[in-house]
C-alpha cells in the first residue's frame, strides 16, 4: 500500500479537530484529518432533540461566526455549523477511515488506518470520549433491551423504562420520554439530581418527581435485567419492577487502548488522565499532540468545546517553531 507523506496528521473530525485542520491550513502545512465515522460524529450522535448548555459564540472555532435561532443552540444547528466551516474551507477531511496504529519511528510517525498508510512529522489526538459507555456491569446488559445511547424518545410510547443516571443526558431522556407517554423509573446511584443539570431543566424534572409523573430511586442501582422486569437495590432493599427497556446513560470514557497502544501515559489514579503539557499541549511522546475533551481522562466534564478550543492555536503554536 502506497504511503502518503503528511506534515500533520489530526485523529478525530470533531469541533477540536477541525479548528485544529484550519491552523494547519493557516500555515500551509500538509495535513490530513482522519475520522473512523462521520463529521463531527459524537455531534451526529447526541438525540435528535439535544440543545446545547453553551451559547452559540461559546461554540465558535477560529472567529468563524454561528448564528443560530435560539442563544442556546441545537444539534441540528451546531451540525450546519461545523459542516459548512469543514466545506466552505475546504478541509482535507477522511471520513469512514479508522486509525489502526500510530508508532513513533525516529523522528517522524507511521500511522496505518484501515484505508491506507500516512508518514507525518507531527500528530494531534482529538477522538473525545463518546465512543465508549461506562458499563454497568451487571448480568442482562447485553440484552437488546438495553441501550447507551438515547436518540429519540418515540420508540419508547407505552412503555416501562428505566432510564439510569442524573445527568444532562439522563435528565433529558426521562422527560422527553415521560412527555411522549412513556412510564418513566429513573435508578440514580447518588443521592439527587445531578447539580450540573442544566439549569433550566433541573426544576422541571425535580417537580416532575415531586408530584410522582417520574418515579425515580436515589442511592439505588440495577443488579439485574430481564427480558420483561429488573431488579433494583434501594436503600429499603431490593425490588422489582416491569420493564421493557432500560436506557443506562451513564457517561462515556476516551479510547485508552488506543492512546496506550500509541504510548500515552497517564495519572495513576481513577482519574486516568493522559500526560501532556499544559502549554503546548504536548505528550510524553515528543511530536504527538492531545487536544479537546480527551484531554481529561475520566474527567469528562473538566473539558468542552468551549474552553479546549484554544488547544488548536496552541498546539499550532508550538508545531510552528519545530517543524
Keep these: 500500500m502506497k504511503t502518503t507523506d503528511l506534515d500533520i496528521i489530526i485523529i478525530g473530525a470533531g469541533p477540536i479537530g477541525i479548528a485544529c485542520a484550519l491552523e494547519c491550513k493557516k500555515h500551509n502545512w500538509n495535513y490530513a484529518v482522519i475520522e473512523k465515522g462521520a463529521l463531527t460524529n459524537s455531534l451526529f450522535n447526541y438525540p435528535l432533540n439535544m440543545t446545547f448548555f453553551s451559547t452559540s459564540e461559546k461554540l465558535e472555532i477560529d472567529d468563524i461566526p454561528f448564528i443560530s435561532n435560539n442563544p442556546k443552540p441545537t444539534r441540528n444547528e451546531a451540525l450546519e455549523y461545523y459542516r459548512r466551516v469543514a466545506t466552505s474551507n475546504k478541509l482535507n477531511i477522511k471520513?469512514?477511515?479508522?486509525?489502526?496504529t500510530i508508532n513513533k519511528v525516529e523522528h517522524h510517525f507511521e500511522v496505518v488506518t484501515s484505508k491506507s498508510h500516512y508518514k507525518s512529522k507531527k500528530v494531534i489526538i482529538?477522538?473525545?470520549?463518546?465512543?465508549?459507555?461506562?458499563?454497568?456491569?451487571?448480568?442482562?446488559?447485553?440484552?437488546?433491551?438495553?441501550f447507551h445511547y438515547y436518540k429519540e424518545a418515540h420508540p419508547f410510547t407505552l412503555q416501562n423504562i428505566a432510564v439510569v443516571g442524573a445527568s444532562n443526558s439522563s435528565v433529558d431522556a426521562a422527560l422527553e420520554i415521560y412527555r411522549k407517554g412513556g412510564n418513566v423509573t429513573m435508578v440514580v446511584r447518588g443521592e439527587s439530581i445531578g447539580?450540573?443539570?442544566?439549569?433550566?431543566?433541573?426544576?422541571?424534572?425535580?417537580?416532575r418527581i415531586e408530584e410522582g409523573s417520574i418515579k425515580a430511586y436515589f442511592n439505588s442501582e440495577i443488579i439485574k435485567i430481564e427480558e420483561h422486569q429488573?431488579?433494583?437495590?434501594?436503600?429499603?432493599?431490593?425490588?422489582?419492577?416491569?420493564?421493557?427497556?432500560v436506557v443506562a446513560l451513564t457517561g462515556y470514557q476516551p479510547n485508552f487502548k488506543f492512546l496506550n497502544k500509541a504510548g500515552i501515559e497517564f495519572s495513576k489514579d481513577e482519574r486516568h488522565i493522559p500526560f501532556y503539557d499544559d502549554k503546548t499541549m504536548e505528550s510524553n511522546i515528543k511530536g504527538l499532540y492531545l487536544a479537546g475533551v480527551i484531554c481529561g481522562g475520566m474527567e469528562t466534564h473538566k473539558w468542552f468545546i468551549e474552553n479546549s478550543?484554544?488547544?488548536?492555536?496552541?498546539?499550532a503554536e508550538h508545531i510552528a517553531n519545530t517543524i
Design 95 to 100: 471520513l469512514y477511515e479508522e486509525v489502526a
Design 126 to 146: 482529538a477522538t473525545g470520549f463518546y465512543d465508549i459507555p461506562n458499563l454497568l456491569n451487571v448480568p442482562g446488559e447485553d440484552l437488546p433491551k438495553v
Design 195 to 207: 447539580e450540573r443539570v442544566k439549569y433550566w431543566v433541573r426544576p422541571d424534572i425535580l417537580n
Design 230 to 245: 429488573i431488579t433494583v437495590k434501594t436503600p429499603d432493599g431490593e425490588i422489582i419492577l416491569p420493564n421493557d427497556y
Design 309 to 315: 478550543r484554544i488547544h488548536a492555536k496552541m498546539i
